[in-house]
């Protein structure tokens, strides 16, 4: 990837992380964690490495992505309207009744969401019908599957890891937002997920593990997992939960915190004064 | 009777659809054997997926199925697919409005040798919550069979109890039968029976029998499809009649008799008499002993006859001052 490029990726995570503290914080309340630590991988899938045409958000032959953590559906909505899916206006209407963006994604509301999700743990099963039916349909294009640290705690994760090993999904690239927290604390203290790679790799998935806020490291995997032969993909990224939001970044509290738009504002004028 | 078993003619009818409809794709848990889809297998292996003994990755997966196109069916026993699935199917598949074709094998009573673990005496009530949901019951094999191509042309999730095993056959190939609307079996002025299923329908056409030589004049109504309920029919019937016996292989509370009486509640109030299974759980027996011993029989439906007959004459009497 070319420095240019990777400053280009690096500015418009900067105006997607601002948009999403801009909208919870409108609203005043929302999962501003794990929201924060996606932004980087969002960025590079949206802007650098899926086929999608905002115009036309179902177009067969496109990419498809399961944001199986749908609580950070904020950090989506706001990629997904600066992608030009739906207008930005529609960023203040985040929770409020009858929106089109809800707290966790809907594939009936929001332009550009592939998946429903929200109940943690069915994503994945879900991205593995999609990788199915791709296969059936002879679309040559990816999956793509978002999930949380804490969520991995929940057992239809595994079930769905057997299952995409065995229907030898190689379109099904999967990553774990391994921020480290949970609602109730540290995930190593609340329930421990470690050893990841080990437990994706004994699943029979081609693992990596890389730093998920690192353009250049995002890049370059997403490349080489796209190569793989016959097995689904995982990809761990190290995060920040927060990552970006001077109030929020790495506090135990950040899960789903409430914030006053004037925080926000603050926040926000920090990032704008950070360089890229 | 059927030359073929009920799980034969399912298998049967999803190749004869999937022939034509390259969408159709079977999933099972592990009960492959048990539903009889192998034939589905050889046909169409491509669009066959077994994903071992993982309900809640079955019902998950048959939602990204349908969100990528396709029109899955998915069969596992109907305590695993009501019981074990109920989020997956609830969040994934309905919430999601997807087209998820859930099939809960081996309904309430019919589980039999395997006994109370796996006895559903309470999918079609937990099913009923569904907001939208298509829930329906064959009662032989010809209606499975019709039953079934029209849930896969419904867009939207479906759930049907399917009774694997027996070749009853009520119906003839010409009769015509409408997923959501109730098929009248027989004829009768001085009371309804309501039943649903392979168990059931049949109990209560012998029932009516015995009524009828005790000079008591039955009406059975199959209701094969428990959501949406054939109001219209009911009403019709609850009017004509006067009272109601509404039979199910099911517990009393949120099925066909709850869905019967919450409407006649707002509608109609008529007199309502249950034959089901009444706050237990399921255990270990032969069908018949079963039958016996949750009162699913047609010496129950008569005794329940006269009882919401009873009531009906007390309530004329009233009305009559």
Known sequence: ?????????????????????????????????????????????????????????????????????????????????????????????????????????????????????????????????????????NIDRNVFAIIGDGESQEGQNWEAAMAASQFKLNNLIAFTDYNKMQIDGYTKDIMPIDDLEAKWKAFGWNTYRINGHDFSALDNTIDSARQSFDKPIMIILDTIKGKGCSFAEGKLNNHNMPFTYEEAKEAIKILEETNV | MSEKDMRDVYTETLIEMAETNENICVMEADLMTATGTKPFKEKFPMRTFNVGVAEANLVGIASGLSAGGKIPFAATFGCFAARRTFDQFFISANYAQQNVKLVGTDPGVSAAFNGGTHMPFEDTGLMRCIPNLVIFEPSDTVSLKKLIKQAADHKGSTYMRLQRKGKNSLYKESDKIVLGKGNVLKEGSDVTIIASGYVMVPEALEAAELLGKEGIKAAVIDMHTIKPLDKKLILEYAKKTGALVVCENHQKACGLFAAVSEMLAEELPTPVQAVAVEDKFGQVGTLEYLQEVYGLTASNIVEKTKKVLERKQIRVGVQNG
């Open chain 1, 1 to 137: 990837m070319s420095n240019i490029d990777l400053k280009e990726l690096k500015e418009k995570a900067k105006e997607i992380r601002i948009k999403t503290i801009d909208s919870i914080g409108f609203l005043g309340v929302g999962h501003i964690g794990g929201a924060m630590s996606i932004i980087e991988l969002l960025t590079i899938l949206y802007y650098k490495k899926m086929k999608i045409d905002p115009i036309n958000p179902k177009m067969a032959d496109r990419d498809k992505l399961v944001l199986s953590k749908g609580h950070a559906g904020p950090a989506l909505y706001c990629t997904l309207a600066d992608k030009g899916f739906f207008p930005v206006k529609w960023l203040h209407t985040l929770n409020q009744g009858g929106t089109k963006l809800p707290s966790h994604c809907d594939m009936n509301m929001t332009p550009g969401i592939d998946m429903t999700t929200g109940s943690l743990g069915q994503g994945l099963s879900s991205a593995i019908g999609l990788a199915l039916s791709m296969r059936l349909d």
